[in-house]
T-cell receptor, first 115, second 117 residues
Framework: AQKVTQAQTEISVVEKEDVTLDCVYE???????LFWYKQPPSGELVFLIR??????QNEISGRYSWNFQKSTSSFNFTITASQVVDSAVYFC????????????FGQGTILTVHP | GAGVSQSPSNKVTEKGKDVELRCDPI?????LYWYRQSLGQGLEFLIY????????KSGLPSDRFSAERTGGSVSTLTIQRTQQEDSAVYLC???????????????FGEGSRLTVL
């Protein structure tokens, strides 16, 4: 069975601080995808990134970066120089190999960025 | 509209009643998913449609839940004889293809909040 664990339930930071959201996953599949989604107060989940299990290169997109390590089954997400608009719930997710849209989500991390 | 549209946005019903939730996916998206978000269970996969193939119903929690997708577009999730534990936000998502070609992005709607009294 697949499982995603986001150990941090809530994180509170002050604007401009860096913050890392942890994600640990479990799967017996050799091929899978990992995702991060953002859920702002409006409620609509917004896609941030997809990572293939065969690609362990770290990725950077503006202030966002992701560290994928198969050896520790982790896919952590870092926001550099956080902003108030980053306040949201962030979900890490793992795909089913038969359908990459069939996701197992972590419990989510509530991030609050204070001015 | 350009995004995934869900209706109603809010639904309050009495225990035992049937409810229908509607999802209008992005035009051209062949894959459609229903998820449920509740405080106790988090985000859970319910059902998945791909083109004319038989749906993947493996996430439906009981036989009171069913869904259909007509004409490869609009989908309706039906909950019969609602129970209080069915209270949740029901999210619909669509994508271009099940394999998530390209970014693999699922486009989510804003959800239908169901409250069972």
């Amino acid at each position: 069975a697949q499982k995603v664990t986001q150990a941090q339930t809530e994180i509170s930071v002050v604007e401009k601080e860096d913050v890392t959201l942890d994600c640990v996953y479990e799967t017996r599949d050799t091929t899978y995808y990992l995702f991060w989604y953002k859920q702002p107060p409006s409620g609509e989940l917004v896609f941030l990134i997809r990572r293939n299990s065969f690609d362990e290169q770290n990725e950077i997109s503006g202030r966002y970066s992701w560290n994928f390590q198969k050896s520790t089954s982790s896919f952590n997400f870092t926001i550099t120089a956080s902003q108030v608009v980053d306040s949201a719930v962030y979900f890490c997710a793992l795909s089913d190999p038969t359908s990459y849209g069939k996701l197992t989500f972590g419990q989510g991390t509530i991030l609050t960025v204070h001015p | 509209g350009a995004g995934v549209s869900q209706s109603p946005s809010n639904k309050v019903t009495e225990k035992g009643k049937d409810v229908e939730l509607r999802c209008d996916p992005i035009s051209g998206h062949t894959a459609l998913y229903w998820y449920r978000q509740s405080l106790g269970q988090g985000l859970e996969f319910l059902i998945y449609f791909q083109g004319n193939s038989a749906p993947d119903k493996s996430g439906l929690p009981s036989d009171r839940f069913s869904a259909e997708r007509t004409g490869g577009s609009v989908s309706t999730l039906t909950i019969q004889r609602t129970q209080q534990e069915d209270s949740a936000v029901y999210l619909c998502a669509s994508s271009l293809a099940p394999s998530g070609r390209g970014t693999g992005e699922l486009f989510f709607g804003e959800g239908s909040r169901l409250t069972v009294l």
